[in-house]
């Protein structure tokens, strides 16, 4: 049995992985996580003591980065700053946890030669047309829009450097938006579904075009695993669902299975520099490593996320009135 670091494990996706990780595998897990506003640590509770140890700390941090990767076999890299519109009010945390902890950790998996698998997003390849035919591929050039996703292509490059230069024993997942259990109340589909749970209208960024290619949080740890054990060292792989809809459709569909009329919505202003359009093409994974979503229709995915943040208040209330406060400031 080994033991598997996983940073962000307190985050929505990191807490994901480590519930899968634990019902799916007989590794011992370790999570990392600074629990900032993101951070839950009641995402873990129902987990035992026996399989999973939590410690918190800063990914930044080389002494208790160097402690926790002494002990760790395999790392599994989830930490991070994730929230578009919070970077665009202020970057400095996105450079130092995505670029000086990504780095510090990469340090310290060379000292220890440990198997480094990085978390990253199909945001580093910039934005597609609406009726472009073609999706993101390993081969498409990296072209980041937002100060968050900047941070998150610097570090995947970091990661390849580490590799070229230093044999780092690493492989990288680019992965479309998720969606599922345990989403902070800040990303679109918690924030509509917690919206309406309060009387108020969902929030639709500008027209409502933009299209993301949504995959359910646990096809996102199968794939992830699924690359821990049998991916080629040094290589990325994209991780999607194909789950394209517009965030219109999205936002009409959660009324629908809510009990609202589907025009309950109220159109706010747009995000700057807002990304168009994202779409996988995940033939890679699916062909070399035999990977396949379980989540195959997402209407009753999304069922069943409004039925969990429904039974799962208490977990979410502490966040809302901040998250909300936040996009005041912007009329969002
Ligand atoms: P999240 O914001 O829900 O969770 C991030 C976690 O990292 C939190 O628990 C937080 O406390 C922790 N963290 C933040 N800074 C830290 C630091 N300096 N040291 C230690 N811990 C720290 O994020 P998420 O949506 O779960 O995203 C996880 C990863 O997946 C990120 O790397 C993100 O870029 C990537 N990703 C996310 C999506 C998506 O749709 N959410 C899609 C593709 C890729
Ligand atoms: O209230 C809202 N209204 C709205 O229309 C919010 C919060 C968002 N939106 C729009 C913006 C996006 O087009 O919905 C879409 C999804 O928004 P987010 O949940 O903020 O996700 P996005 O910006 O697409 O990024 C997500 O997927 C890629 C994650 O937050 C990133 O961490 C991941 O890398």
Known sequence: MSTVLVTGGAGFIGSNFVHHLVAAADH??????????????????????????????????????????????????????????????????????????????????????VRFHHISTDEVYGDLELDDPERFTETTPYNPSSPYSSTKAASDLL??????????????????????????????????????????????????????????????????LAILEGGTLGETYLVGADGEKSNKDVVEAILEIMGEPADAYDHVVDRPGHDLRYAIDSTKIRTELGWTPQFSDFRSGLEDTVQWYRDHEPWWRPQKAAAEAKYQLTGQ
């Open 28 to 113: 011992s897990v370790l999570v990392l996580d600074k629990l900032t506003y993101a951070g839950n640590r009641a995402s873990l509770y129902d987990l035992p003591d026996s399989r999973v140890e939590f410690v918190r700390g800063d990914i930044a941090d080389p002494s208790v980065v160097a402690e926790v990767m002494s002990r760790a076999d395999a790392v599994v890299h989830f930490a991070a700053e994730s929230h578009n519109d919070n970077s665009l009010l202020d970057a400095r945390p996105f450079v130092d946890t995505n670029m000086i902890g990504t780095y510090t950790l990469l340090e310290a998996a060379r000292r220890h030669d």
């Open 159 to 224: 990661v390849r450097a580490w590799v070229r230069s230093f044999g780092l024993r690493a492989t990288i997942s680019n992965c479309s938006n998720n969606y599922g259990p345990y989403q902070h109340v800040e990303k679109f589909i918690p924030r509509q579904i917690t919206n309406i749970l309060d009387g108020c209208r969902p929030r639709l960024y500008g027209e409502g075009l933009n299209v993301r290619d949504w995959i359910h949080a646990q096809d996102h740890s199968s794939a992830v």
